[in-house]
């Protein structure tokens, strides 16, 4: 190897092998799970989105899970009334969900 000419033997094996380890990890690391972006998922928040009470585990988690999908609800006028509230922007603030700039 070009990398090998100035190192010992066991410095280029191990630079081999940490060359192998990031090759076959990185790629795995990448993988993500694709959201479905379903607004009924969150309807554990709804009630809260409309009346400012404080949000559950369950609607933090359904929040972060729906997060890349918030700009087409906001964008939608069947939802943006209820997910551009000052209630859902406190509820998602508290689930420690950034807000969109859509």
């Known amino acids: 190897m070009w990398c090998c000419w100035k190192m010992k033997k066991g410095s280029c094996a191990s630079l081999l092998c940490a060359l192998v380890v990031v090759l076959v990890v990185l790629p795995e690391a990448r993988v993500t799970e694709a959201v ?3 607004s009924s998922e969150l309807g554990p928040c709804l009630g809260v989105f409309t009346s ?11 929040l ?21 509230s000052p209630n859902a922007r406190k509820v998602v603030a508290t689930c420690g ?6």
């Open 36 to 38: 479905t972006c379903n």
């Open 52 to 62: 400012g009470q404080a949000p559950s585990a369950n609607c933090c988690n359904k």
């Open 64 to 84: 972060k899970e729906q997060q890349p999908c918030l700009c087409g609800y906001i964008k939608n006028p069947n939802f943006s009334k209820y997910v551009n």
């Open 97 to 102: 969900v950034p807000y969109p700039k859509c």
